[in-house]
């Protein structure tokens, strides 16, 4: 949840409080961002179609939100057949084809935000070789902790194909001022290599709520995750 809650809410902070041209990419099987913005289709062609079909442009998977300046590529179970078949196609490069379409459309957007899955498989990689920073939402818990390592490993190997990555860093998420939560944010500033942004994002209903309702929390309601979306996104682009 932490993390296409993130993406939708970076991305249209970009375009509504930075006037920014942004595109969405949904990179999760779930389709979550996608179903967000009811753009959730298996009619329409999607990040599957884009990543094994030879033939589809990138142009016929972008679709416009309600939201003037934010684009999305949505995604749906067919990823998972789109994972089997990039793995199996050894007639093309497999880990650069994201890299490629996008490279197409660099003039149209400043931004291109993409909702990565948890799990790291051919898609996921194929996202890392097209970016340049890696932000990661955590919660405090040690699930979470454990993973980075993982991730951190990861990037480091994806440098092959991709010289520019930068892993931008952590960003704790759903936080509440508790013992663990402070805790937890404690041990990360000060006893850890991974870098850290100093915002933190509060938890609060009106982020369930928005699931509901389709809105960004900036075109929801006011609340406090809505302004630290607000200042991650600040942050963020003083460190650009």
């Given at each position: ?59 016929s998977v972008i679709k416009p939100t309600a939201y003037e300046g934010l684009n999305i590529i949505p995604a749906n179970m067919n990823l ?113 290599s991974y870098p850290l942004f100093h915002t933190v994002v509060r938890k609060t209903v009106k982020v ?33």
């Open positions: 949840m932490a993390k296409t809650i993130s993406a939708i809410n970076i991305a249209y902070t970009l375009v509504k409080v930075h006037g920014k041209r942004v595109l969405l990419i949904d990179n999760d099987k779930q389709g979550n961002t996608s179903k967000f913005f009811g753009l959730h289709s298996y009619e329409d062609k999607s990040l599957a179609d884009l990543l094994t079909d030879r033939d589809c442009s990138i142009e998972l057949r789109a994972n089997k078949e990039i793995l199996l196609d050894v007639s093309r490069p497999q880990q650069t084809r994201l890299r490629k379409a996008l490279s197409q459309i660099t003039n149209e957007y400043d931004y291109c935000i993409i909702d990565n899955a948890p799990d790291i498989n051919m898609t996921v990689i194929n996202a890392l070789v097209a970016s340049d920073d890696v932000l990661v939402p955590i919660k405090v818990d040690k699930f979470a902790f454990d993973g980075l390592e993982l991730l951190v490993e990861q990037i480091a190997d994806v440098k092959e194909f991709n010289d520019n990555i930068i892993f931008k860093g952590c960003f704790i998420t759903m936080f509440q001022k508790n013992g663990v939560n402070v805790q937890g944010c404690e041990y990360l500033f000060s006893s850890t369930d709520e928005t699931t509901f309702v389709g809105k960004p929390l900036l075109d929801y309601k006011k609340s406090t995750a809505g302004q630290d979306y607000e200042k991650l996104v600040e942050e963020y682009l003083q460190m650009c």
